[in-house]
Every structure is written in structure tokens, then in C-alpha cells.
């Protein structure tokens, strides 16, 4: 990652995702890792879980 200003990297995100569908439902998870230079890690996960309600109103 780096700054709009700066040409130097301060830290490095990672962000993985695990989602399985199963006919009209979802459930998943996305972890996202911060790791930013002299500070310690940071880890956050998000748990989501959902289904098709239909279509939208107009």
C-alpha cells in the first residue's frame, strides 16, 4: 500500500474470501491482514450469510 504523496510501501494488505453458494443462499467469510511497517498486525474476519429475497421493485 502505499501513499498518493509517498514512493515508499508502509505496509501490505491482505484480504482473502471463502463464499459457497448453494441454490437461493450464501454464507462466507473475508479476512482481511494489515501489516504496517513498525506497528503490530492487524486481522479482522467478517462472517455474512444471505439469501435471494427475489427480484427488486422498480
Do not use: D, F, H, W
Not at 505496509?11 to 494489515?34: A, D, Q
Not at 503490530?40 to 467478517?46: G, L
Request: glycine share 12%; net charge positive.
Amino acid at each position: 500500500m502505499t501513499s498518493g504523496r509517498a514512493s515508499r510501501v508502509r505496509g501490505v494488505m491482505s484480504i482473502t474470501r471463502e463464499i459457497i453458494y448453494s441454490g437461493n443462499n450464501m454464507e462466507g467469510k473475508t479476512t482481511t491482514e494489515l501489516n504496517t511497517m513498525g506497528e503490530p498486525a492487524m486481522q479482522m474476519t467478517t462472517s455474512m450469510k444471505g439469501r435471494y429475497s427475489g427480484a427488486c421493485n422498480k
